[in-house]
């Protein structure tokens, strides 16, 4: 395939929306990954922001959409670095709710350089999840698409119903099996499950598909890593390659193919230019070290394709 071709008008008046998870991301890079107990000077030290669907809505920021955040941080020095790290990239943030006297999502990834592969350490917020009344619905109606990651529950299955009832597409990051997550897959008019995700619901990627199926979304995509991803959508199962780059830091790599994946599905394109191009995307990020500092934009992403096909 040639990919999906650039087109002339532009974004247009693209919106969607994001709620979810926003984090500070502090990330090492290391010569191998250390062994226990022992000490190892890092080459690099980055700091930036993440989360699945802040960083989701980072990367639609690029491609020239106009894009929005939903979640919550505290008043601490990581939750104002992750407030000015999306404002910055222009997004609106006012559904970025601030609790005080808490603790915001916070990261340590450990990159090995080798490899390219990260060992990511979390911890979600102290504070209170975003609650379904927090939510501003102006944010999600005026919005062509929603992205939810699941893991401010509540808040995500209101939005996802919201969205349903006024006919803006939902697309649903799902990381892992953790409870509420099917009730908002059934919600979804796309699922974009990861590995870990697929296994919990059947031993094969394909299993995950066919039970997936089940809740009848328009696609549902397994991503696979450096083995690609595989899709499935009216009927049809199909595998899409990882495009080959010189692999800095996978970090982020998922939430960028899910910022991909949404701009394809915000453009009409065909399913299978959609999945190749978000996989270009994602690939392109891991140039860069962190989650966001290699997102590109969309001539970039589209010359890439170009060049690789």
Same mark, same amino acid.
């Given at each position: 395939? +040639?990919?999906?071709?650039?087109?002339?008008?532009?974004?247009?008046?693209?919106? %969607?929306?994001?709620?979810?998870?926003?984090?500070?991301?502090?990330? $090492?890079?290391?010569?191998?990954?250390?062994?226990?107990?022992?000490?190892?000077?890092? !080459?690099?030290?980055? #700091?930036?922001?993440?989360?699945? $669907?802040?960083? &989701?809505?980072?990367?639609?920021? !690029?491609?020239?959409?106009?894009?929005?955040?939903?979640?919550?941080?505290?008043?601490?020095?990581?939750?104002?670095? #992750?407030?000015?790290?999306? %404002?910055?990239?222009?997004?609106d943030?006012?559904?970025l709710?601030?609790?005080?006297?808490?603790?915001?999502q916070?990261?340590?990834?450990?990159?090995? /350089?080798?490899?390219?592969?990260?060992?990511?350490?979390?911890?979600?917020?102290?504070?209170?999840?975003?609650?379904?009344?927090?939510?501003?619905?102006?944010? #999600? +109606?005026? @919005?062509?698409?929603?992205?939810?990651?699941?893991?401010?529950?509540?808040?995500?299955? =209101? @939005?996802? &119903?919201?969205?349903?009832?006024?006919?803006?597409?939902?697309?649903?990051?799902?990381?892992?099996?953790?409870?509420?997550?099917?009730?908002l897959?059934r919600l979804?008019?796309?699922?974009?499950?990861?590995?870990?995700? =697929? !296994?919990?619901?059947?031993?094969?990627?394909?299993?995950?598909?066919?039970?997936?199926? !089940?809740?009848?979304? %328009?696609? @549902?995509?397994?991503?696979?890593?450096?083995?690609?991803?595989? +899709?499935?959508?009216?009927?049809?199962?199909? /595998?899409?390659?990882a495009?080959?780059?010189?692999?800095?830091?996978?970090?982020?790599?998922?939430?960028?193919?899910h910022?991909?994946? =949404?701009?394809?599905?915000?453009?009409?394109?065909?399913?299978?230019? /959609?999945?190749?191009?978000?996989? =270009?995307? $994602?690939?392109?990020?891991?140039?860069?070290?962190?989650?966001?500092?290699?997102?590109?934009?969309?001539? %970039?992403?589209l $010359?890439?394709?170009?060049?690789?096909?």
């Amino acid at each position: 395939m +040639t990919g999906p071709p650039a087109d002339p008008t532009g974004p247009g008046e693209l919106r %969607a929306a994001g709620v979810g998870q926003c984090s500070l991301d502090y990330l $090492a890079l290391v010569e191998g990954f250390p062994a226990e107990d022992t000490k190892q000077e890092a !080459r690099r030290l980055v #700091i930036e922001g993440g989360g699945p $669907a802040a960083t &989701a809505m980072v990367s639609l920021q !690029r491609l020239g959409v106009e894009a929005s955040f939903s979640g919550v941080v505290s008043d601490d020095d990581a939750g104002d670095r #992750i407030r000015e790290g999306l %404002a910055s990239e222009g997004l609106d943030v006012t559904g970025l709710v601030t609790r005080p006297g808490g603790e915001s999502q916070t990261a340590f990834i450990v990159v090995n /350089t080798g490899s390219g592969s990260r060992t990511i350490l979390w911890k979600r917020p102290t504070v209170a999840p975003l609650s379904p009344e927090e939510l501003a619905p102006e944010l #999600i +109606t005026s @919005a062509n698409l929603l992205l939810v990651d699941g893991l401010m529950m509540e808040a995500s299955l =209101a @939005a996802a &119903a919201l969205a349903r009832e006024k006919g803006v597409t939902v697309l649903l990051d799902a990381g892992s099996l953790r409870p509420g997550m099917m009730d908002l897959a059934r919600l979804s008019d796309h699922i974009v499950c990861s590995e870990k995700f =697929a !296994r919990e619901l059947a031993p094969t990627p394909e299993g995950a598909l066919k039970e997936l199926s !089940r809740l009848k979304p %328009a696609s @549902a995509t397994v991503t696979l890593g450096p083995e690609g991803s595989v +899709t499935l959508a009216a009927g049809e199962v199909f /595998t899409q390659r990882a495009f080959s780059v010189d692999v800095v830091d996978t970090t982020g790599a998922g939430d960028v193919f899910h910022g991909g994946y =949404a701009y394809g599905v915000m453009r009409g394109w065909d399913i299978r230019k /959609t999945v190749e191009f978000a996989s =270009a995307f $994602a690939a392109l990020k891991c140039e860069e070290p962190g989650g966001r500092s290699g997102i590109p934009g969309l001539e %970039a992403a589209l $010359a890439f394709i170009r060049e690789k096909a």
